[in-house]
Nanobody, 114 residues
């Protein structure tokens, strides 16, 4: 399973950005897809996750601002980031869990300027 993330970049505080992550390979379905982020000098943290049936979970710091959604037919997960803050800056990674195994994509940099 390969994961290809895209959509990162530089955005001003208060702006919006959408990340996407497409999974490719041979598999039946992906149980969980999620976004993590890692700020410089900090540990990687969960931002948002979504299961195949559509249930979602969010870090407290992004609730009400970020939305995770997925297109199961395209095996793609998205992260809509609104009202971004400088503390949202970091490398964002997508993760997929299927058949009990976790797969990670290469990160995409998100930089929020104040």
């Amino acid at each position: 399973v390969q994961l290809q993330a895209s959509g990162g970049g530089l955005v001003q505080a208060g702006g919006s950005l959408r990340l996407s992550c497409a999974a490719s390979g041979t598999f039946f379905s992906i149980a969980v897809m999620a976004w993590y982020r890692q700020a410089q000098g900090k540990q990687r943290e969960l931002v948002a996750g979504i299961v195949s049936a559509g249930g979602t979970s969010y870090a407290e710091s992004v609730k009400g601002r970020f939305t995770i959604f997925r297109d199961n037919a395209q095996n793609t997960v998205y992260l809509q980031m609104n009202s971004v803050k400088p503390e949202d800056t970091g490398v964002y990674y997508c993760k997929a869990v299927l058949d009990g195994l976790a797969y990670w994509g290469k990160g995409t940099q998100v930089t929020v300027s104040s």
